[in-house]
């Protein structure tokens, strides 16, 4: 099954520093997604790069795609302390007219002041 | 801005009874959707429902589980029976299918005693 996983795991920096977490997937895509989750909260969408992308940029965020490599990653520059929180990859993958996304475990990223 | 909103925001209940879960979703979208999310690990896709019947289901979605989109606005989760597993954060969310973003609401807490 297609399925993102996060790397590493857990990820704590100072702040102002940037925060790189990578993701990986077994198969083919539509597009890859990131979402954030601070604790107890929802899902909030970071920003989606497309299968034929290979990099985007979205304020102090950037995602490159490498399909040949089936990996990911998230580069979050400049870090504040309210960036900490979880990092979600989700692949995405349309089946029958369906949406269908596929969450990794996740990068717990702390900024310390 | 509009959003997905959820409720009830925790719910307790006890083994072997029913729980609905409510949702309401973008007002303009036509995509529905329900994760959940055990305490510490990836959030799971559930179910998908688009023009008032299921797109797609995972396994978790039993015959326990049930959607229902009673009137224009609400989207529900009816567990039937509840089990101990089922304890989790449950998460809607709709999209407009165009874009592949997810718009997430905060969730429902369930915990089952």
């Known amino acids: 099954s297609q399925q993102g996983e996060e790397d590493p795991q857990a990820l704590s920096i100072q702040e102002g520093e940037n925060a790189t977490m990578n993701c990986s997937y077994k198969?083919?895509?539509?597009?890859l997604q990131w979402y954030r989750q601070n604790s107890g909260r929802g899902l909030v969408h970071l920003i989606l790069?497309?299968?034929?992308?290979r990099e985007k940029h979205s304020g102090r965020l950037r995602v490159t795609l490498d399909t040949s490599k089936k990996s990911s990653s998230l580069l979050i520059t400049a870090s504040r302390a309210a960036d900490t929180a979880s990092y979600f990859c989700?692949?995405?993958?349309?089946?029958?007219?369906?949406?269908?996304?596929?969450f990794g475990q996740g990068t717990r990223l702390t900024i310390n002041p | 801005e509009p959003e997905v909103t959820q409720t009830p925001s925790h719910q307790v209940t006890q083994m072997g009874q029913e729980v609905i879960l409510r949702c309401v979703p973008i007002?303009?979208?036509?995509?529905f959707y329900w994760y959940r999310q055990i305490l510490g690990q990836k959030v799971e896709f559930l179910v998908s429902?688009?023009?008032?019947?299921?797109?797609?289901k995972s396994e978790i979605f039993d015959d326990q589980f049930s959607v229902e989109r009673p009137d224009g606005s609400n989207f529900t989760l009816k567990i039937r029976s509840t089990k101990l597993e089922d304890s989790a954060m449950y998460f809607c969310?709709?999209?407009?299918?165009?874009?592949?973003?997810?718009?997430f609401g905060e969730g429902s807490r369930l915990t089952v005693l």
């Open positions: 969310a709709s999209s407009t299918g165009n874009t592949g973003e997810l718009f």
């Open positions: 429902f688009y023009n008032n019947e299921i797109s797609e």
């Open positions: 989700a692949t995405d993958a349309w089946i029958q007219g369906a949406q269908k996304l596929v």
């Open positions: 790069i497309r299968s034929n992308e």
């Open positions: 198969t083919s895509i539509n597009n």
């Open positions: 007002s303009n979208h036509l995509y």
